[in-house]
């Protein structure tokens, strides 16, 4: 059974559009997060969920709205979609977030969003 | 604020050769440090971490030690395999939340 998974993996759609982005571990975790990846390859948070509860939010536009409707599930919405939104979306979770952590986060195989 | 540094790539070597990606951090205190792997088409895996300084983490051949006086954690694997093809990233956790921040990615590609 995957640990988190995360639906859908790949995704075209127009520029305007909304769109979301489901995600659910069966981990156990208290914690799970979004992190974008850009045609770079580079990795950033996005945004980090403990127990429903935000934790983290990273200076992300707000068309991008979280929703956590229980500790094993962090859907990702996006209004408006722009060009610039195309990325590599991966979903993760860790056992309950603390100061110097040294949790393992696990990630979901990631979902690949073009936006023309 | 944190940071974490790795070498650029690609990285291309021949079949059981040595592999070293140097990766270098920045943060006060003793973060926990990470090696994660992308093959491609696929998500990020943990490969290894290491939570204290002087630790050594270790799976599938590859080994990263913990070094606090050099603020260091190089990815090494004596003898690489083609499946080693992949993304290799270092990232750091010292933070409420546990949030990771990612070093730039290597991209290494073994050649039979």
């Known amino acids: 059974d995957t640990a988190v998974s995360q639906t859908p993996k790949y995704l075209v759609t127009q520029m305007g559009n909304d769109k979301s982005i489901k995600c659910e571990q069966n981990l156990g975790h208290d914690t799970m997060y979004w992190y974008k990846q850009d045609s770079k390859k580079f990795l950033k948070i996005m945004f980090s969920?403990?127990?429903?509860?935000?934790?983290i939010n990273e200076t992300v536009p707000n068309r991008f709205s979280p929703k956590s409707p229980d500790k094993a599930h962090l859907n990702l919405h996006i209004n408006s979609l722009e060009l610039g939104d195309s990325a590599v979306y991966f979903c993760?979770?860790?056992?309950?977030?603390?100061?110097?952590?040294?949790?393992?986060?696990?990630f979901g195989e990631g979902s690949w969003l073009t936006v023309v | 604020g944190n940071s974490v540094t790795q070498m650029e790539g690609p990285v291309t070597l021949s079949e059981e050769a040595f592999l070293t990606i140097n990766c270098t951090y920045t943060?006060?205190?003793?973060?926990?440090l990470f090696w994660y792997v992308q093959y491609p088409g696929e998500g990020l895996q943990l490969l290894l971490k290491?939570?204290?300084?002087?630790d050594k983490g270790s799976n599938k051949g590859f080994e990263a030690t913990y070094r606090k006086e050099t603020t260091s954690f190089h990815l090494e694997k004596g003898s690489v395999q083609v499946s080693d093809s992949a993304v290799y990233f270092c990232?750091?956790?010292?933070?409420?939340?546990?949030?990771?921040?990612f070093g730039g990615g290597t991209r290494v590609l073994v050649k039979p």
């Open positions: 969920y403990n127990n429903k509860e935000l934790i």
């Open positions: 943060a006060t205190g003793y973060p926990s």
């Open positions: 990232a750091l956790s010292k933070a409420a939340g546990n949030k990771l921040t």
């Open positions: 993760a979770s860790s056992p309950q977030a603390a100061m110097n952590s040294g949790n393992t986060i696990y």
């Open positions: 290491a939570t204290k300084a002087d």
